[in-house]
């Protein structure tokens, strides 16, 4: 299961959120501040932090600024009771995922939290499909005559051009045009 990581300067609403979460099979660390956050993050094992936005010393918007310094595939979710339209819009274009407005039901934090870590959980696929399309040669050969011809539809794939590639029935046309 994913690991969170709380921060909210209310003890209460911090020990409830990590309860609930723990009862739910998540690797739940806690916070007392963004100071404390930033200490306690493991950017290789953090999957999700939950923020509130309101704390002393560093707010929230600069924790997830920091957070995302460090690791951008981290995922972060600010909540506050002091939401705006201004503080929600500067949070999404730093990054955050999500802007949750207190109070909410412990179901809305769930539901958001299942999203942005299913959200995560594409990314993380998307970019190991393309490095493994990117990585491994689409055909391979030792002949010098066939990598030369390999070396040559690379560069005319790169083009635009029109290419009528001929040969027998079986030679792998259909394979080199791909």
Do not use: C, W
């Not at 002393?56 to 995302?68: H, P, S, T, V, Y």
């Amino acid at each position: 299961m994913a690991n969170l990581l709380i921060v909210d300067d209310e003890k209460n609403i911090r020990g409830h959120l990590a309860t609930f979460f723990r009862e739910r099979g998540y690797e739940v660390q806690t916070a007392e501040s963004g100071q404390q956050a930033l200490s306690t993050f493991s950017d290789q094992s953090t999957d999700l932090v939950l923020t509130d936005y309101r704390m002393a010393e560093m707010n929230g918007q600069e924790l997830l600024r920091r957070i995302k310094e460090r690791n951008s595939d981290v995922m972060v979710i600010l909540m506050t009771a002091y939401a705006t339209v201004e503080n929600a819009v500067a949070a999404m274009k730093d990054g955050a995922y999500d802007y949750l407005t207190k109070p909410f039901s412990l179901d809305q934090v769930q539901h958001s939290i299942e999203r942005a870590l299913e959200t995560q959980r594409l990314r993380n696929e998307v970019r190991g499909l393309r490095d493994t399309l990117e990585e491994r040669p689409f055909l391979e050969s030792r002949s010098p005559t066939m990598q030369r011809l390999l070396h040559d539809a690379e560069r005319v794939a790169l083009s635009e051009a029109t290419i009528l590639l001929t040969g027998e029935s079986g030679t792998g046309k259909n394979v080199l045009a791909r």
